[in-house]
C-alpha cells in the first residue's frame, strides 16, 4: 500500500534539481517536486501549494482543505494504533 502525506512547500531549495523544503505537521523535509512541475506551473509558484508527499517525492498538489481533512485522519489512525499496541501489550500480561 502508497500512503502519501499531506504537506506544504515553504521554500524552494534548489530550483534546477526541482528540491523544495516542505512542512508536513511541523517537520520539514526535502523533497523532490519534479513530478508536479510543469509548463502551467513553474518552480518558483509553488511555495504555499499543499502536495502528497510519497518517499521524498511531492507526487500531485492538493488543497488545502483535502491535506487537513487527511492529516486528521492519519492522526485518528494512529491514535487508534496506539490503543490497539496497548491492549495487545496488557493482554500479553
Same mark, same amino acid.
Given at each position: 500500500m502508497c500512503l502519501?502525506?499531506?504537506g506544504q512547500i515553504v521554500e524552494i531549495t534548489d530550483q534546477t534539481k526541482k528540491l523544495a523544503l516542505v /512542512? *508536513? !505537521?511541523g517537520v520539514k523535509r526535502? @523533497?523532490?517536486i519534479a513530478c508536479i *512541475? /510543469?509548463?502551467n506551473h513553474d518552480i518558483a509558484s509553488c511555495v504555499g501549494d499543499w *502536495?502528497? @508527499?510519497h518517499v521524498g517525492f511531492a507526487m500531485s498538489?492538493? /488543497?488545502e482543505e483535502e491535506a487537513q481533512k487527511t492529516l486528521e485522519l492519519l492522526e485518528e489512525l494512529g491514535e487508534a494504533q496506539a490503543e490497539i499496541m496497548a491492549m495487545q501489550? !496488557?493482554?500479553m500480561q
Amino acid at each position: 500500500m502508497c500512503l502519501g502525506i499531506p504537506g506544504q512547500i515553504v521554500e524552494i531549495t534548489d530550483q534546477t534539481k526541482k528540491l523544495a523544503l516542505v /512542512d *508536513v !505537521s511541523g517537520v520539514k523535509r526535502q @523533497v523532490n517536486i519534479a513530478c508536479i *512541475v /510543469d509548463e502551467n506551473h513553474d518552480i518558483a509558484s509553488c511555495v504555499g501549494d499543499w *502536495v502528497l @508527499v510519497h518517499v521524498g517525492f511531492a507526487m500531485s498538489r492538493i /488543497d488545502e482543505e483535502e491535506a487537513q481533512k487527511t492529516l486528521e485522519l492519519l492522526e485518528e489512525l494512529g491514535e487508534a494504533q496506539a490503543e490497539i499496541m496497548a491492549m495487545q501489550t !496488557s493482554a500479553m500480561q
